[in-house]
């Protein structure tokens, strides 16, 4: 039927057929969408098809990975927007005409400008037929995941926003049309392929694998209050000495013990800017003491020195021997070697026994360093990947540590050891004022302090506890200063000794004396050592 009306006609013929022309018209309207609905899903149906079974390897980094939505499409948007541009229809009916050959128009040529040798692969071309669908809001990120079970595009509100702000100029019957289609062409692909489901599932895989990688990372980065305060202080630029007393107090995280000791004691100066160059002078420094005293011939040697060399030579061995670091050759040389040259280096003392034991803490500690990887570095399990220089540092990093924590007891160690039967003396003292009870025991059963303490003062309590006990210890001993292995040690003496004092009250002589000898410390964690500390604290605010 004609879609205009003779001007020849009456009046009321001319309303009439227009009437019924219109109503036609709609029936044809309808018709002709769902026409254009089955023609677009067939030829999508087709272009995914061959686009599966002849899939093209696009290199990575090509402009076909810019972009989900095809340059044609773009261009063949633009070309029906300027056809849009045509003269005005002079009715309703023609303007229905109109729109529905510009929407046919429309859904064919975007079928046409998917090129199928632009298809990357099935994925990639199911991500380009939901981009060719919203052309006018670019939905790169559409895909699979923005489809509900109810075959709608889901998008938060903003995404939803820009959607209807950017596609005003589409035709609602044809983004309809072409929405509608490519959802079920998804989910066939969604279902049907199975290079799809490989891929659906090995990035599954991959994101939990990640996920879980993620997870373990960021638990084994996790810091505790304590690692966190102790990481700011000791990576400043200047380190706040004060500050760090007060953290190391109660205990130096492991990673950090090697650095803060090394500036507690002394060697390494706050500031970090000179710590290299003073690394540098002092390792270069004790190299030379090696060659001048060490690395020589025998007969060079005086009576003295050869008696001194000899009694190193003999204590090395005798060295914390139930730990299996202490019983490697190189930890052994390294101990000889720094021990006599401290003696060679200081006549006045020169080597006592007992000095043996203090380098034995320094040693660990300073290994550590190179073996963050978790190991206990007291089984000495990684000794043969350490490379000769690393095991020179580490020999000079102790020498000049024991040299600096000795410089503040070295009374302990000249003639008749004068320090060390101050520190006994002041320590029976103590008991006398805290532990009647005890001290009556001890003398009613003719036990002196000397007996017992005096290998506390001497060794520093390094034959009466674990090596890792002894470690916790001196966090605190170097945090107190110079005091700190004299004056504060006393008091700890004095804590360790009161927790036995109910079990000694009730032995003799014999059996008293052979437990001092051995006292049952192997079970004891750095929680009874901190139990010790704070008593002995505690002893040191009131006496």
Known sequence: MSSTTPSSLPGFLRRTIRSVNYEDHEDDDDHDEEEAEAEAENAKRKVLKHAFMNPVSVPVGSPHKTSLIPTAVHSSSLEEGEQCDSPAPTSKVAEDEQDNDINQNRVTKDMTNLNLEDSENPVDCKFRLVATNNLKFKSKKVGVDDVNVNDEIVLDPQKQDTMNATSSAVPSSSSDTLNRTSLVLESDLKSKSPLNNAVSSTTSATTSTTTTSTTTTKSTQVKNYKEEQFEKVITSLVVDIDHLKRLAWNGIPPQHRPLAWKILLGYLPTNSSRRFQTLKRKRAEYRDAILQH?????????????????????????????????????????????????????????????????????????????????????????????????????????????????????????????????????????????????????????????????????????????????????????????????????????????????????????????FMQNIPTGNWDDGKIEIVLSQAFVLSTLF
Request: hydrophobic fraction near 45%.
């Open 294 to 514: 060490y690395d020589i011939e025998d007969h060079s040697r005086t009576m003295q020195e050869q008696e001194t060399l000899r009694q190193v030579l003999v204590d090395v061995p005798r060295t914390a021997p139930d730990i299996p670091l202490f019983r490697n050759d190189s930890i052994r040389q390294l101990l000889a070697r720094l021990l006599y040259i401290w003696a060679m280096r200081h006549p006045a003392s020169s080597y006592v026994q007992g000095i043996n034991d203090l380098a034995t803490p320094l040693v660990a500690v300073f290994l550590s360093e190179y073996l963050m990887n978790g190991n206990d570095v007291l089984q000495g399990q990684e000794l043969e990947d350490l490379s000769p220089d690393v095991l020179q540092n580490v020999e000079a990093d102790v020498y000049w540590c024991l040299t600096n924590l000795l410089a503040g007891i070295q009374d302990h160690y000249t003639q008749d050891q004068p320090g060390v039967q101050r520190m006994v003396m002041k320590l029976e003292e103590l008991i006398k004022r805290i532990d009647v009870n005890l001290t009556r025991h001890l003398e009613e059963t003719g036990v002196q302090f000397i007996q017992f303490a005096f290998r506390w003062m001497n060794c520093l309590l390094l034959r009466e506890f674990h090596l890792r006990s002894v470690i916790r210890l001196w966090d605190t001993y170097l945090s107190e200063g110079h005091g700190g292995f004299e004056t504060f040690h006393v008091y700890v003496c004095a804590a360790f000794l009161c927790q036995f004092s109910a079990e000694l009250q009730n032995m003799q002589f014999d059996e008293l004396f052979a």
